[in-house]
């Protein structure tokens, strides 16, 4: 389908910047201790999770560097193990998107394609076993193991193809095989260190009554309970690897949690163990300023709030799945992020910020008072904080397109924001970012798939049934235009509420650089401030952001 593209910009004025104190307190301070909560038993957990290109590419150095080493210790500290299915590259190349490839391939008509990627991730798997493991037993098993999931991955294939649908439920078997194979690895390079190490497949943990309602805080809480159940069960010494997939979950996986759904597995057996820390072990040494493979002077943060770390996520880093935060700092579980190349680096903690609390208490129910700014900007005892503040991260998301939809004016306001949600509902379109007026309506949507193709904008096409549809539905409503490849750039922190003209400096910067700002966003989350700028922007809006708002604001 062709369609106008419209390209249009509009720049903000400028603020005064400002400066000033932050939160009191040490980060050890605020990280909550065995000790201090109520432990059954003793338990003295300590649960990581290792991303799928950690076990693909580190799988040798987890077990010797990281578990063994932990075991090591002596301090009576337990380790539970829980594992994503193994990337040896890029995420993008890994098994999770091979498999679901491999669904998808069903359904094509192309006959035993999705054979050759399973054939490809079963040697894949017996080839990494056989340069980890030498003791004979060991590996027999373990490519015996992986023999049988990967046939029985064959025949839920076959099963689809025949009948000629993939549901939610056939996806997400398929997608668990991934985190099977990748524990049965880890088990077998752990056994091989003389770890105790046991597999433990939780894939069809979810059979409890409560399953039908829905993904709720009822449903978390049992899952936990049983997730922990079950690794209580294994006795006193055994280190469990736990596959970091479930499912079957009423709805999917897939569809209800998502992609990065083994951070929330790994929480949710914290959960049930109580543990005393939930590692989440990544390919960087925590999170920092800026993603530090895009802006070298990055620097790493000692400590995130769960509220930072969702937003960092949400727009374009990759730290953590936001579902997970919930469990863990409700059951007061500190998280720790770190490096599986440097595990003798501290990481970063993500700890609520006390002060957060405090505001949150000053609260009197719906309504909210501006002036808990002051609360923010002081110490418990009234004195002025001195630390000076600053934004916490900055981050990108690519691969956004930005929808415009101007009203015929046929309604008024109020009914003209309800069509246009229940439009891009029915098509499913999930909205990252929104501007709007009475008559005027910015989304920017963001797609891993392309939602349009062509090189000007002459060619260019929309690609995505679902965007096709919604333009379709939306002209009713209103004149429709697309502008594509562009990315949202956005400021997070939590000091931000409170550090005056930090938009106008954000603003300014980019715009003092030459970097148009096709539309934005602010004060819908009070610890982010985004706009949306042209893809082709993107490394330069992110350095020079970092040069002038995190490096000069002392
Ligand atoms: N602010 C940030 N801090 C740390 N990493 C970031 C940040 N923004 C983006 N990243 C990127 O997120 C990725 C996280 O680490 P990685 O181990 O590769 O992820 P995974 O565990 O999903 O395999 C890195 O590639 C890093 O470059
Ligand atoms: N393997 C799944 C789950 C996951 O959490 O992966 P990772 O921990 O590598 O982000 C995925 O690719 O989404």
């Not at 038993?41 to 290792?50: D, I, M, P």
């Not at 009423?250 to 949690?257: A, K, N, R, S, Y």
């Not at 374009?316 to 190349?341: C, L, W, Y």
């Not at 007026?437 to 929309?462: F, P």
Request: hydrophobic share 40%.
């Amino acid at each position: 389908m062709d369609f106008p593209i419209v390209r249009r910009a509009r720049q903000t004025v400028p603020e005064r910047n400002g400066n000033g104190p932050v939160t009191n307190g040490t980060i050890e301070d605020r990280i909550p201790h065995t000790q201090e909560r109520d432990l059954p038993g003793g338990a003295n957990w300590v649960v990581q999770k290792f991303g799928g290109t950690s076990v693909g590419k580190f799988g040798v150095e987890i077990a010797e560097g990281i578990v063994l080493a932990g075991l090591k210790q002596n301090n009576g500290q337990r380790i539970a193990v829980v594992c994503s299915a193994r990337s040896t590259g890029t995420k993008a190349e890994g098994t999770t998107n091979r498999l679901l490839r491999a669904a998808r391939d069903t359904q094509t008509g192309t006959g035993s394609k999705y054979g050759d990627v399973v054939e490809a991730l079963r040697l894949d798997h017996i080839q990494a076993g056989g340069s980890a493991v030498s003791d004979q037993t060991i590996l027999k098993r373990y490519t015996e193991d992986v023999d049988k999931e990967c046939q029985k991955l064959l025949r839920i294939l076959e099963a689809a193809q025949y009948l000629e649908a993939v549901t939610n439920q056939t996806m997400d078997m398929v997608m668990s095989v991934g985190e099977k194979l990748s524990c049965l690895y880890m088990t077998a390079v752990l056994q091989q260190r003389g770890v105790e190490a046991v597999y433990v497949d939780v894939s069809e943990i979810v059979d409890f009554a409560n399953a039908g309602k829905g993904l709720g805080d009822e449903f978390y809480k049992n899952l936990a309970r049983v997730l922990g159940e079950r690794v209580l069960e294994l006795g006193d010494n055994v280190v469990p690897v736990i596959t970091g997939f479930f499912g079957k979950v009423p709805g999917g996986l897939l569809e209800q949690v998502g992609r990065g759904y083994t951070d929330l597995c790994a929480a949710l057996v914290a959960v049930g163990l109580q543990a005393k820390e939930l590692q989440i072990w990544k390919e960087v040494d925590g999170i920092f300023t800026a993603d530090p493979r895009k802006v070298p002077t990055a620097s790493l943060l000692e400590s995130v709030t769960p509220a930072e770390a969702a937003e960092l996520t949400f727009y374009g880093s990759e730290v953590i799945h936001p579902f997970t935060m919930d469990q863990v700092i409700k059951a007061s579980i500190p998280i720790r992020i770190k490096n599986v190349m440097n595990p003798r680096n501290k990481g970063t903690v993500i700890v609520p910020d006390p002060q957060d609390e405090l505001s949150h208490q000053k609260r009197s129910g719906l309504f909210r008072n501006r002036s808990t700014s002051y609360l923010l900007n002081h110490g418990a005892d009234g004195t002025p904080s001195v630390r000076p503040k600053r934004p916490t991260a900055v981050t990108i998301k690519p691969s956004i397109t930005v929808l415009n939809v101007h009203s015929k004016r046929r309604t008024r306001a109020h009914g003209f924001l309800m069509s246009i949600f229940s439009i891009l509902d029915k098509h499913g379109l999930s909205v990252d970012l929104i501007s709007s007026s009475e008559v005027h309506v910015s989304m920017a949507l963001h797609s891993e798939t392309a939602l349009l193709s062509g090189n000007d904008d002459e060619s260019l096409r929309i690609e995505d049934t679902a965007l096709a549809g919604a333009v379709d539905d939306l002209s009713r409503w209103g004149d429709v235009d697309l502008v594509p490849n562009m990315a949202i750039i956005s400021l997070v922190g939590r000091q931000l509420r409170s550090m005056v003209g930090i938009s106008g400096r954000f603003f300014s910067t980019l715009g003092e650089h030459g970097i148009n700002i096709e539309m934005i966003s602010q004060g819908a989350s009070e610890i982010n401030i985004s706009c949306v700028i042209e893809e082709r922007d993107s490394q330069r809006a992110l350095s020079v952001v970092h040069t002038n708002l995190f490096t000069f604001l002392d």
